[in-house]
């Protein structure tokens, strides 16, 4: 029902994230991901502080941004009232950006279901990342939503994530083999902006595949390598602590405008993007 | 403060989950994943269903189990009440026995800071498994918690897992690599008991390594092959839907604590049970 009205037409996810990055100019993802001890001192007095600081970062960027990306593992840390601040949140944005559950779940099938249905029918989010270890059986379950998304760890933005995703499968590091099965599947992939190399391997095996791009921002990861090897597809670039904590100041909703825009035209600055 | 009351003793997590095995002499662990839809007529009029539900679980198997394993998803899909209900059952056993958060959670490291603290000190749980897609930083936050253990996924008990697990890595399948990589970091493992001969080359590499093995009562699995070859290190055998659903009448404890005595006894009889 909420999908109805939202902004965001199309029907498969892969068709609405491209409407939307079009219609915004925009391949911006903003990561949700409050710490308490980094909370500016304004929103502190709040009801529900937490909420009152996304809330202002969401008023001040959404002409900018395609998606948002609340990691749920702060809110997790956060007990009862992180679900609820995460619900709020969830609920604030309302359909005027896509909502992307930063999630890594990943499990047997009659988990999946369970998980799928927090994701999707309790908290209303649009689309989940998922850890696809046990193959097929982690995504199955959330592609029986319409119209909602899903992307599939492939090359992680950390440097220990070598230690499996490039051991040598065949002749070729495992990613590869994840993003020929994940494309396979109709999936998208998250591929870190540290590997921008990588990235362009990927995009050449699944050419028409949403990828999500973390990394950017405190991270480190290279912006226009990464926009111009992703560009040929539909992708969207996270920055989260670069973009929420440009400013511990009273002044860090504004900040986090002048960060995201920067980072918006960063990625549009790429001559040879197509996305 | 709770471990220091807790009648689960040890320093390291394998030597707390190895004397409490001895103790019960049970290798059970018993899945607490509640469906809204198949709890029995007896707490569907409750408060708290699904609490009533798993007190009632735990009180007709305490004596026989050393580990209850809630599923995360179970709880995550009912919402802020599944949160309210997983807290109250984490807090009901209350260090009677080792609670393993069945979480699946696998992220970069600033993630898996939050992940850990949610898990060991928002809920109190006592170990929790990981997907490790993402290397040693899925690990390494979980592991600055003395006592507490962690048991990451190696080869799971559903067909799907083939697609990556198995992929040929230098002449031995991935599963392998990642047992060796796992053994070295200290932490446990999950096998599923699908696949016993496998479960057999991972105790081969991770000879002390505790090992969690789902997949027995509605997955079908082989209980005998894997407490043969899962013996001499420590391990637990985790059934859900065949020990929890038991019965789906108002005897389901009753039925439960059947089941219950039935895995822990077949365990039990494998002769060349050394743990």
């Known amino acids: 029902v909420r999908n109805q009205s939202s902004i965001v037409k199309g029907v498969t996810f892969a068709e609405r994230l491209h409407a939307l990055c079009a219609e915004r100019r925009s391949h911006v993802c903003v990561g949700l991901d409050p710490l308490p001890e980094r ?5 502190r007095g709040a009801d529900d502080p937490v909420f009152a ?4 970062i969401v008023d001040a960027t959404i002409d900018l941004v395609a998606v948002y990306k609340p990691n749920l593992a702060f809110y997790e ?3 009862l009232e992180g679900w609820t601040s995460l619900k709020r949140t969830v609920e604030y944005i309302g359909g005027r950006a896509i909502v992307l559950a930063d999630a890594k779940r990943g499990d047997i099938e009659s988990t999946q279901v369970a998980y799928a249905r927090a994701m999707f029918e309790v908290f209303g989010f649009d689309a989940c990342t998922i850890s ?10 959330f592609l029986s939503y319409p119209g909602k998304g899903v992307f599939v760890l492939c090359r992680t ?3 220990s994530g070598d230690e499996l995703q490039n051991v040598n499968v065949d002749g070729r590091p495992l990613y590869e083999h994840v993003a020929r099965l994940v494309d396979s599947w109709g999936c998208g992939l998250v591929v870190g902006a540290t590997y921008p190399s990588e990235l362009a391997a990927v995009r050449e095996i699944a050419r028409s595949a949403p990828i999500l791009i973390p990394g950017v921002g405190a991270q480190g990861g290279d912006v226009e390598a990464s926009a111009r090897n992703a560009a040929g597809g539909p992708f969207v670039m996270n920055s989260s602590r670069g973009i929420i904590y440009a ?3 009273d002044d860090f909703a504004e900040a986090a405008r002048r960060a995201t825009l920067q980072l918006r035209d960063e990625i549009a600055s790429v001559a040879a ?3």
Chains 1, 2 share one sequence.
């Open 53 to 56: 600081f996304n809330r202002a």
């Open 247 to 249: 400013s511990s100041g």
């Open 157 to 159: 933005s950390n440097r």
């Open 273 to 275: 993007l197509a996305g």
């Open 132 to 141: 696809a270890y046990v193959g097929y059986d982690a995504v199955g379950p």
């Open 39 to 43: 909370l500016p001192a304004k929103v």
């Open 77 to 79: 840390a956060l007990g």
